[in-house]
């Protein structure tokens, strides 16, 4: 892990891979709870953290430059959500070729990962999964939609996600949840936060 400046006020924690940005992530979290560490916001992202409203961004990266990866913990269970799927989505042969199983397989495979929000990003909501082993990630389509519907279920690269709202969007999708992934009248606005765990579970359609 490295660090850089990110504005007065901000410094930016380069992690080697998404284990390593939950651990630093969730000793960044411990440290703010505790007192420890005096911060407006904590953001993980693919390969990053950004640790924000920092009094003093060069004592902290001082500080964090002592520790080293292995001494940061690994992340505490996050709670659980269980998101019922109806698998019917327009990809979910393609991922069945690419997985090299049938649909049913891409169904238990999918429903039988424990999945972690690891970020949010893209758009208010969107959680990105982690979960599924490495030779299972899958690639983008090549054009993507004009219009994805809220609800939708897809998988790009390493990553599952559930669209929250309607967008454009070139993940491939396999199925299509009920669950409301955004609310801005809720406490916390977003249903998947990082750490959250998540289930899916598959439902008729």
Same mark, same amino acid.
């Given at each position: 892990m490295r660090t850089r400046p990110? *504005?007065?006020?901000?410094?930016?924690l380069e992690c080697a891979d998404a284990a390593e940005v939950a651990a630093w992530h969730a000793e960044l979290r @411990?440290?703010?709870?505790? *007192?420890?560490?005096?911060a407006t916001d904590l953001v993980p992202a693919a390969r990053t953290v950004l640790v924000d409203g920092v009094a003093d961004p060069a004592g902290l990266a001082e500080s964090l430059a002592t520790m080293s990866a292995g001494r940061a913990a690994p992340p505490e269970p996050g709670t659980a959500v269980e998101l019922d799927c109806v698998y019917d989505g327009p990809d979910l042969a393609e991922v069945a070729e690419l997985w090299r199983?049938?649909?049913? *397989?891409v169904v238990a495979r999918h429903t039988g990962t424990e999945f972690r929000v690891a970020f949010c990003g893209f758009s208010p909501g969107f959680g990105y999964l982690t979960g599924l082993p490495a030779e299972f990630a899958v690639p983008r389509r090549?054009?993507?939609?004009? @219009?994805?519907?809220? *609800?939708?279920?897809g998988l790009a690269g390493e990553y599952s996600g559930v669209?929250?709202?309607?967008?454009?969007g070139g993940?491939?999708?396999i199925g299509r949840t009920g669950a409301v992934l955004f609310?801005?009248?809720a406490s916390p606005p977003a249903l998947l936060t990082p750490g959250t765990r998540v289930r899916f579970r598959a439902v008729p359609g």
């Amino acid at each position: 892990m490295r660090t850089r400046p990110a *504005g007065p006020r901000a410094i930016l924690l380069e992690c080697a891979d998404a284990a390593e940005v939950a651990a630093w992530h969730a000793e960044l979290r @411990r440290r703010l709870d505790s *007192g420890a560490l005096v911060a407006t916001d904590l953001v993980p992202a693919a390969r990053t953290v950004l640790v924000d409203g920092v009094a003093d961004p060069a004592g902290l990266a001082e500080s964090l430059a002592t520790m080293s990866a292995g001494r940061a913990a690994p992340p505490e269970p996050g709670t659980a959500v269980e998101l019922d799927c109806v698998y019917d989505g327009p990809d979910l042969a393609e991922v069945a070729e690419l997985w090299r199983t049938s649909v049913d *397989g891409v169904v238990a495979r999918h429903t039988g990962t424990e999945f972690r929000v690891a970020f949010c990003g893209f758009s208010p909501g969107f959680g990105y999964l982690t979960g599924l082993p490495a030779e299972f990630a899958v690639p983008r389509r090549d054009s993507p939609r004009p @219009r994805v519907p809220a *609800g939708a279920v897809g998988l790009a690269g390493e990553y599952s996600g559930v669209y929250p709202s309607p967008s454009p969007g070139g993940w491939r999708l396999i199925g299509r949840t009920g669950a409301v992934l955004f609310d801005p009248s809720a406490s916390p606005p977003a249903l998947l936060t990082p750490g959250t765990r998540v289930r899916f579970r598959a439902v008729p359609g």
